[in-house]
């Protein structure tokens, strides 16, 4: 974690276009496990009473620390909004999937919303950050939106615009300036056209939003050289 915390906060900053505060990361045995399945956890959605960032220890498999790291690091990011309700869950565990590669696969909960007949959470939100099913819905609207070409860095300050008693239905309106009621339908038909939904992103857009925040962070680098800067997670809940 110590190698790679400086790449979390970047690509983190890169997905919201705003600058990290510090914070504290704190490694330890999280519910006794070691193989990350903890989870992570900090008080609050924000910089001032977020910053102590609890993750749970993966011995082995570095990976899983980052991406817990940023799942809560992406939290205090939104500001305070999205604290607690699923859309803003399913957001930071988008930014696990493209920040930390995809390690935490184990978590997801895009197959478990799925097998309990796809119930609309796109234009409700569920009050809850605990519920598998209400959070997977989100998961895979979040993939459907980026294979409308959406990226997750257009889509996350959206989202915070929108706000804590936002939907992802007025979401969708803000991104593509057509009516929230179209959301779900739309949504539902390419969900129910997928030959199964298996992981957290069923339309298959990890690796580009991966690529996507490296490229946005090497123009930014680009550009500087030029001039002479809450919530427990768990599987699920195991990141809550």
């Known amino acids: 974690m110590v190698g790679d915390a400086d790449r979390v906060v970047k690509a983190n900053n890169a997905i919201f276009g705003t600058p990290s505060e510090p914070v504290n990361i704190i490694i330890f045995a999280l519910g006794g496990k070691t193989d990350g399945t903890g989870g992570a956890d900090h008080n609050t959605c924000d910089f001032t009473n977020g910053g102590n960032i609890e993750v749970c220890a993966s011995f082995g498999n570095s990976a899983r620390v980052s991406a817990l790291f940023e799942a809560e690091l992406s939290e205090c990011s939104m500001g ?4 607690g309700v699923s859309t803003g869950e399913a957001l930071s565990r988008w930014c696990a999937v493209v920040v930390g590669n995809n390690a935490l696969a184990d978590f997801a909960t895009a197959p478990a919303w799925a097998k309990k007949g796809m119930p609309d959470y796109v234009n409700k939100t569920d009050a809850t950050d605990q519920n598998e099913i209400s959070t997977g819905c989100g998961m895979a609207f979040l993939s459907w939106l980026q294979k409308l070409r959406y990226p997750l860095s257009t889509i996350a300050p959206a989202m915070v615009t929108v706000g804590t008693k936002g939907t992802l239905a007025q979401l969708y309106a803000k991104l593509t300036s057509g009516p929230a009621a179209d959301a779900w339908p739309k949504f539902l038909s390419a969900a129910k056209a997928l030959p199964q939904i298996a992981s957290d992103d069923p339309f298959g857009m990890a690796s580009i939003a991966g690529r996507q925040v490296v490229s946005w962070k090497g123009s930014q680098r680009t550009k500087t050289a ?13 990141k809550r």
Do not use: I
């Open 80 to 83: 305070g909004d999205l604290c």
């Open 226 to 238: 030029a001039k002479p800067q809450g919530r427990k997670k768990t599987p699920h809940s195991r």
